[in-house]
């Protein structure tokens, strides 16, 4: 397996008009990316209906059939990462449930979050949900959870979650069985930490040079990315835009970040590093430190979910191109 960056050109996923793309996870294992992500269907007269799907790829270009992960009337949607679970040592997933009443298409007040299970990252187990009430803070009046994100930091394990269009953040020092506010009285990002005063969702954390580095997706027209340095997960003190390239085939700009380190897949010790060099990879050239899947917000905008995956790359985490075979138009 060799990554050209050169062959990659994106929209890297796109099944619209009948299929959004949206929210990517990814996890690596065995020489492939899986990539989940949310799917929305919008066939249906009446009502959309959103899943989560997953895809595998070796190169970004040549990409497995879709896979329905996690279906059924709860919309479970929107995977915040993939990763090791603390306690059973398997694949865990986070998501949320996004429910909506009859011709609606934005999730109510019964969103909550949830982690599953997996031993070979196709087939999971039934979602657990991480706190039946919702949240439960004091910033504002709403019990609705979306957008899940998990850290693992030593034994304790941190669950960001957009409410409200703030940041909360869970808590759990028990293996994620059970979880409280570890902020009840205000977020870990609002609308007053934002240059623009925006509201935001799709939080991703990267652990990079001893700091936690913040990801968000400001809900900004058109759409942006934004990021947060930091020792401590839940104080941010200053928020800048990243410096991302246009994107003619998504006009309302990118969103939804899902970061992977090639270092780290690649470096010594590491599991994944053995597979890559088995599949060829470490011998490759040119690669970048930093690969980003996100989604881009694109035409028409019926409903607002309307999208498809991106990939872009960095050597900073900070300043983003397209791959070199983007398209223009």
């Not at 996890?27 to 949310?38: C, P, Q, S, W």
């Not at 959103?50 to 992960?69: C, K, L, Y």
């Not at 990315?225 to 401590?232: C, E, F, L």
């Not at 995956?309 to 398209?327: I, Q, Y």
């Amino acid at each position: 397996m060799t990554i050209s960056m050169d062959a990659i050109s994106n929209p890297i996923l796109n099944d619209m008009p009948e299929f959004a793309i949206r929210d990517p996870a990814v996890a690596f294992r065995g020489g492939r990316f899986y990539v989940y992500y949310t799917y929305v269907d919008f066939r249906r007269e009446g009502n959309i209906y959103i899943s989560t799907h997953m895809r595998t790829t070796e190169d970004f270009v040549t990409w497995s059939r879709t896979h329905e992960v996690f279906g059924g009337p709860n919309h479970y949607s929107s995977p915040g990462n993939v990763f090791r679970h603390p306690v059973s040592g398997k694949w865990a997933i986070c998501i949320q449930s996004y429910p909506f009443g009859p011709g609606k298409g934005m999730g109510d007040e019964r969103c909550r979050l949830f982690v599953a299970e997996s031993d070979d990252l196709v087939t999971w187990s039934a979602p657990r949900v991480l706190v039946e009430a919702g949240a439960q803070h004091t910033y504002n009046d709403s019990v609705r959870q979306i957008d899940p994100y998990i850290v693992l930091d030593g034994d304790r394990a941190w669950c960001y979650y957009k409410t409200e269009g703030e940041l909360g953040v869970l808590v759990s020092d028990d293996g994620l069985e059970t979880w409280t506010e570890a902020l009840p009285d205000r977020p870990a990002i609002g609308r007053a930490h934002m240059p623009t005063g925006e509201t935001v969702e799709n939080p991703y954390v990267v652990r990079h040079d001893g700091k936690w580095w913040l990801f968000v997706s400001p809900c900004s027209a058109p759409r942006k990315i934004a990021y947060a340095v930091s020792d401590s997960l839940t104080d941010w003190p200053k928020v800048e835009y990243l410096d991302f390239p246009d994107l003619p085939w998504a006009p309302h700009g990118p969103t939804a970040p899902a970061i992977v380190d090639l270092h780290e897949i690649r470096g010594a010790g590491n599991p994944a590093s053995l597979e890559l060099r088995r599949a060829g990879l470490a011998d490759s050239t040119g690669l970048p430190r930093w690969l980003m899947l996100f989604h881009g917000d694109c035409e028409p905008r019926n409903t607002g979910h309307e999208a498809a995956l991106g990939l872009a790359v960095s050597d900073d985490l900070v300043n983003w191109t397209e791959p070199g075979g983007a398209k223009t138009a």
